[in-house]
């Protein structure tokens, strides 16, 4: 148990410097780039058409950062912001607050994340274990590899676009870009479920079957360099059933430095969710960016920035608490105490 | 000694020459260049500019790879896209690794404090996605050159080589060599560059090639977010302009499809050339994969 508070603080450690040091980093980016620190938004508002509101928007900035005071003091009030969770106005759209847009974007993206990452690391590390279990270098195994392989290497928005062309132009089976219907209320009913799930399909089919392949390998790998260890010879030994060393022993054993490489994994896969988002104009957190990007939009992009690196090191975080759960040397540590 | 280092590295050499996937995957890489160059060594510049040929027209006799809506050869602009985004990625993928070894040397050699605050750095770094720092950095630095983006780009691939070389380095550091190097009273920095730093070449290899391919990837990412290089050409900028001006549904098939080719014959190319740098330094994993 002391080692499991030990390894808790010493994760929460890690946790707490990513968002601080994030933060910092976010803060000081702008003000080391020559000019004023908000010269981005000063110099931009003339080219967005918001011109009509540009002097309260500098005022209210000038008293939200504090620019007349010392970095240090500008720093704290950042921060003091933050911890609010204010995080200043919008340009293109002067006065929606950031953090009110961001809030409109994230559920799409979180719901688009949460359900491909889910799929495709269960199902990539079923189908893993018992390749790597059976062995063999049957045709079929040679071929699986070499396709997962292909789409290891291949980023998701290539996919992304291929699929687009095939299933949302050439097929015309779903929906070219979008999260609904233009026209449909979103609300609680079949139809708009049925409309969200079809818009979602290609997004999530590029996300899952690129990062498949990569599950598919890595657990594939995992239970091939398992097989020659000792408890499971001697299981074999104590003649267990085949599907019980493998699910039981094996696969079990595999898992855990499966759910480490989805926590390293995960900055990845969110920055490619990102740009798929953009492809198929689904509208989370990416195309909100996508949009400050060519709104000129500074505040939003920090904002999303921000948000992104917060929810990735939750994430992870909470991977790594859940991680001594699954560990079995943990368990029986604990059982073994209590 | 150092006899001994140069065998085991003529060793590695010979096993890397015959590594299948080695080879394959380089000369896949260098066909690549080879079309590169000798396109841009035969294109006359003024023909990069948009309307110097009929627009939208398919794959034909008078422009191999057909054009786009702004009348460019998509030949054209491949024989600018693909240098530049080798350039790229061999900038941001030196400068990552160098950051990345010096960090990885100094955490894992001299230990203590510095390890702690350098290992939850590099730890921290590892877990949040680049690419938004990268979008962060690159909206603010608006207009930037091929070079500038490789420049911030390289500089966020350093914490993956960091950590790999830190876990080599404290394997390493305990060896009977380096002990007798410190007996003999080489100093730190000495020891680093001297006795641990040969025997990280073929590691180093391998992460090089592994930086490379993120870079690539940070750059076609950056650029299809609207952040890349506006007024020149690199792979991730001509999928950008293909899909601001809607190729796939005017069914301009050749615009888009072309740097999606050789983006993925790109990756292929480098991940196997990756493959065959693990397995000749690491003969056991060969029967593996």
């Known amino acids: ?338 | 000694m150092a006899e001994v280092r140069v065998e085991a590295q003529r060793g590695y050499a010979r096993e890397l020459l015959r590594n299948r996937k080695f080879l394959i995957g380089t000369s896949i890489f260098l066909a690549l260049l080879a079309v590169a160059v000798a396109g841009s060594l035969f294109v006359d510049p003024v023909q990069r500019r948009t309307g110097s040929f009929p627009v939208r027209l398919p794959p034909g006799p008078g422009a191999p790879l057909g054009t786009d809506s702004l009348g460019r050869s998509i030949a054209i602009q491949m024989s600018e896209a693909v240098p530049n985004s080798l350039q790229v990625g061999l900038i941001a993928a030196f400068l990552g690794t160098l950051i990345g070894a010096l960090i990885g040397f100094v955490s894992g050699y001299f230990g203590g404090a510095v390890d702690a605050v350098l290992r939850i750095l590099i730890d921290v770094f590892l877990s949040v996605p680049s690419l938004v720092f990268l979008i962060l950095i690159a909206s603010l630095v608006r207009g930037v050159g091929v070079q500038t983006m490789a420049l911030i780009i390289g500089a966020f691939a350093w914490p993956s080589p960091a950590r790999q070389v830190r876990a080599q380095v404290l394997s390493l550091k305990e060896r009977a060599f380096v002990q007798i190097a410190r007996l003999s009273g080489m100093s730190g920095l000495e020891i680093i560059f001297r006795e641990l730093m040969p025997h990280m070449l073929q590691w180093l290899g391998a992460n090089f090639v592994n930086a490379f391919i993120s870079a690539v990837l940070a750059e076609s990412g950056l650029s299809l977010l609207g952040l890349g290089p506006q007024r020149e050409m690199t792979l991730g900028m001509m999928i950008y302009w293909a899909l601001s001006y809607s190729a796939i549904l005017q069914n301009l098939w050749w615009w888009w499809l072309t740097p999606i080719l050789a983006l993925m014959c790109l990756f292929l190319s480098l991940y196997m050339i990756h493959l065959g740098f693990d397995e000749a330094s690491n003969p056991r994993l060969h029967s593996q994969v």
């Open chain 1, 1 to 338: 148990m002391i080692a499991y508070l030990k390894y808790l603080s010493e994760r929460f450690v890690i946790f707490v410097a990513t968002i601080f040091i994030s933060i910092t980093t976010v803060f000081f980016v702008p003000r080391l780039t020559p000019g004023n620190p908000l010269s981005a938004v000063f110099s931009n508002l003339a080219g967005v058409g918001g011109s009509l509101n540009a002097p309260q928007l500098i005022e209210e900035y000038n008293r939200l950062f504090g620019l007349d005071r010392s970095l240090w003091e500008q720093y704290v009030s950042f921060l003091r912001e933050l911890v609010r969770g204010n995080l200043g106005y919008s340009i293109g759209s002067f006065p929606s607050h950031v953090s009110d847009m961001l809030r409109s974007a994230i559920p799409w993206t979180i719901g688009l994340l949460t359900v491909t990452t889910l799929i495709s690391w269960v199902l990539g590390s079923l189908i893993g274990a018992v390749v790597g279990w059976r062995g063999g270098k049957s045709r079929f195994v040679q071929v699986l590899v070499s396709v997962a392989l292909v789409l290891y290497t291949i980023p998701y928005y290539i996919l992304a676009i291929i699929l687009v062309f095939l299933f949302a132009f050439y097929w015309r089976i779903f929906p070219l870009s979008g999260a609904y219907s233009v026209g449909l209320r979103p609300g609680l009913s079949l139809d708009f479920a049925l409309d969200v799930l079809r818009h979602a399909a290609l997004p999530a089919l590029s996300m899952i079957v690129v990062s498949l392949g990569w599950w598919f390998l890595s657990m594939r790998s995992l239970i091939t360099s398992l097989k020659g260890e000792d408890y499971i010879l001697q299981a074999e030994a104590k003649g267990l059933s085949e599907r019980r060393i493998l699910w039981g022993y094996a696969f079990r054993n595999a898992l855990l430095p499966q759910a480490t490489g989805l926590a390293i994994s995960l900055g990845h896969i969110v920055g490619g969710a990102l740009i798929t988002e953009v492809i198929f104009a689904y509208p989370g957190l990416g195309w909100l960016i996508y949009n400050s990007i060519k709104g000129l939009d500074f505040p939003v992009i920090q904002g999303g920035v921000l948000l992104i690196v917060f929810s990735v090191a939750l994430a992870n975080f909470a991977i790594d608490m859940v991680y001594p759960l699954i560990d079995p040397r943990i368990r029986y540590e604990r059982t073994g105490r209590g």
